[in-house]
């Protein structure tokens, strides 16, 4: 009935008939896949407020904080400009001042870590640990800016805008060192991406170098980055962003110049018309030409609008935010992973976020709520199938995600139609949920359409948006098996500051993650991962701990298991302790006025042996920047690192970073000397 009705109205709109200036638009979905839907939908925070029930209302899967000096390190951390060095920070994270930043991160000025934009705060007064912790329990992405300087300072940190000395070069090192150290390893917040500066190619925003100078910038953050992650945080990748920029032309130079040192291409759009696509292609293109043949996922941190009262309208929701978000969902050069709207709450007293006013007197824009409807219908990496309409004015997607549930989204910025869709290609019954944006009327469930044979028939609004869902498969609501989770090792030492445990391989149609729990000890918690196998590190030695796992599965239901039975580990006795003894240093001239080191380390235990099969890394400075040198002792204890020749010589100065040996302890505090130089010729 549903479809000879179309008909009719068609046939009668077709004679001039019709008593209605509303036409019948046809739309006809794919039954083949086109791609992927962008992966991350986000925001920037603002510089007031924070708010977790709002974000998880919005539905945004990522969140950008403007992190940095300005906020966790508004004063030298520990007083002395230039300490601790990279080679100390690297021999042992303890050098850096903990108290300060555990006090920084949980005690903010004026009691906001909002301070570094208004002190006292406008409004919110909430720490960086509640941010963290609230957005890691909500399965929100951190995407983390580190800036060293920006407009409000700090004052102390303008010498190393940009770094230049070796003192410079400490401080910005150490920074980010123990801002991923302090997130990640002595706790346990999960943030994995970084953005390296804000805006760069922009003068106010705070960076005082040229774009060489940047480009070292990058990578000296990178290397601080990565330094955590291999030697703290195994099997964990970070991601860094680059080089987060306001003009597209530094996105051609970053890949020309640093394109081993960040993983993400980061840029910012702000088009006049609000339509970011050609700004995309033009990323998408560099990427084809300077990358090297490595397909570098695109990120959009900031677009919309900085503009006060923008997203107050329908049609600049319609214009800008939802086309945008669709657009980004379609294959090859207009893909987007990642984006960021600027910004989810006003910037200080600037009406330029979704949400207007103070933490008692929200305002709701309209643009918040064509986002929510538009996130609700593509977010996460589903697969798309190509929608086309007869009328070119009409903008459609269509998702599909891994339970099965369809999604159908189309964006009007023209006249009020009637849309007979066709799905099916997809699916050809059921019944689903209408939501509307448009015509008064906030991203609110107007129906309940049913499909004929694959087709339905709805309304759209001028300046509006419609998502209709159908579901697939039911919802997932059972937990996986085995429930309660079993052990397939139960946990066991494998030295004497780790123990090992794993869990019974978990099955379950929506796929599974496990979470292994530290019951008693004072061990660490793993955090929901996917692999079946946990290590945990950093143990105290002769201690028991005990400990539980769970599973669930990656439904959006996320259906847990019941805990598995407590069981116990007691880690090693504590091992010997090594050291290093001596660090003779020479020199030789390999060829003609070119001159190079030999620093022969040499590494004893406790009781004076000399230690076999220590792998010893050490950083070379002074006339040559070498970067890191490793080797491995031989009976005696020694091994022998060798520098870069370098022409007309100089000072070579090596510093022992780490030393490893299966069945002993590096103890730093132990050594001898920790460095050594020699001058050549």
């Not at 306001?246 to 339509?275: C, E, M, Q």
């Not at 292994?516 to 061990?523: A, L």
Request: hydrophobic share 30%; glycine share 10%.
């Amino acid at each position: 009935m549903c479809r000879q009705l179309v008909c009719l109205m068609n046939f009668v709109l077709l004679l001039g008939l019709t008593t209605s200036s509303q036409a019948v638009d046809t739309m006809t979905v794919s039954g083949t896949p086109l791609g992927v839907s962008s992966v991350y939908t986000g925001a920037g925070e603002g510089s007031a407020r924070f708010n977790i029930n709002d974000i998880v209302d919005l539905g945004i899967n990522n969140y950008r904080i403007w992190g940095g000096m300005s906020r966790w390190e508004y004063e030298d951390d520990d007083g002395v400009y230039g300490s601790p060095t990279i080679a100390e920070i690297k021999a042992n994270p303890d050098v850096i001042n903990w108290a300060w930043w555990d006090n920084a991160m949980t005690n903010p000025p004026c009691g906001s870590d909002y301070h570094w934009s208004d002190c006292p705060p406008l409004s919110c007064t909430v720490n960086a640990r509640t941010i963290f912790q609230q957005l890691k329990d909500n399965n929100v992405k951190v995407v983390l800016t580190v800036r060293n300087y920006e407009e409000h300072g700090p004052a102390w940190a303008a010498e190393l805008n940009p770094p230049n000395t070796p003192e410079d070069w400490n401080e910005w090192w150490e920074h980010v060192f123990a801002t991923v150290y302090w997130l990640n390893v002595r706790n346990d917040y999960r943030v994995d991406d970084f953005q390296v500066h804000n805006e760069p190619d922009n003068p106010p925003q705070g960076w005082g170098g040229t774009q060489e100078e940047y480009f070292l910038f990058v990578q000296y953050t990178n290397d601080a980055i990565q330094y955590v992650y291999s030697t703290y945080l195994p099997g964990r990748t970070p991601q860094v962003y680059a080089p987060v920029s306001k003009g597209r032309s530094w996105v051609a130079d970053s890949l020309i110049n640093v394109p081993d040192d960040f993983d993400i291409v980061d840029f910012h759009t702000y088009s006049a018309t609000g339509d970011w696509s050609g700004h995309v292609q033009e990323v998408h293109g560099y990427i084809n030409q300077y990358g090297g043949g490595r397909d570098y996922p695109v990120f959009v941190s900031e677009w919309g609008t900085w503009h006060e009262n923008k997203y107050d309208t329908e049609r600049f929701t319609v214009n800008c935010i939802i086309k945008n978000i669709l657009n980004g969902c379609r294959p090859g050069n207009d893909y987007v992973y990642g984006s960021q709207i600027f910004c989810l709450y006003d910037w200080a007293t600037y009406g330029s976020g979704l949400i207007h006013g103070g933490e008692t007197d929200p305002s709701y824009m309209p643009g918040y709520y064509g986002m929510r409807l538009a996130i609700r219908g593509v977010q996460g990496g589903r697969t798309t199938y190509e929608t086309t309409s007869s009328n070119s004015s009409l903008q459609a997607i269509t998702t599909e995600d891994g339970a099965g549930n369809i999604s159908l989204v189309v964006n009007n910025p023209g006249r009020a139609t009637t849309v007979d869709a066709d799905l099916s290609a997809l699916i050809s019954s059921g019944t689903g949920t209408m939501w509307q944006f448009g015509d008064g009327i906030m991203d609110e469930v107007v129906g309940s359409p049913t499909l004929d044979n694959g087709y339905v028939v709805f309304d759209v609004p001028s300046l509006g948006a419609i998502l209709i869902q159908f579901g697939g498969a039911p919802p997932d609501t059972n937990p996986p098996t085995p429930d309660p989770m079993t052990w397939a090792t139960v946990p066991y030492a494998t030295s004497s500051s780790s123990i090992a445990m794993v869990a019974t391989t978990a099955t379950d149609a929506s796929g599974v993650e496990y979470y292994f729990s530290c019951t008693s000890g004072g061990g660490h918690d793993s955090g929901w991962q996917d692999d079946t196998y946990y290590e945990d590190t950093g143990l105290q030695a002769a201690t028991q701990y005990c400990y539980t796992v769970k599973a669930r599965d990656k439904s959006p239901n996320q259906n847990q298991t019941a805990e598995s039975t407590v069981e116990c580990a007691t880690t090693l006795e504590s091992e010997p302790e090594m050291y290093v003894n001596d660090i003779a240093m020479t020199w030789y001239e390999p060829k003609s006025n070119y001159y190079a080191a030999r620093a022969t380390v040499w590494i004893k235990d406790e009781y004076t042996s000399d230690v076999d099969g220590a792998t010893v890394t050490g950083a070379w400075s002074g006339a040559t920047t070498s970067g890191d040198s490793q080797g491995q002792t031989g009976q005696d204890g020694k091994v022998t690192l060798e520098s870069k020749a370098v022409k007309g010589g100089g000072t070579f100065t090596f510093t022992v970073t780490d030393v490893s040996a299966t069945g002993y302890t590096y103890n730093p505090a132990l050594n001898v000397m920790d460095s050594n130089s020699v001058s050549a010729p």
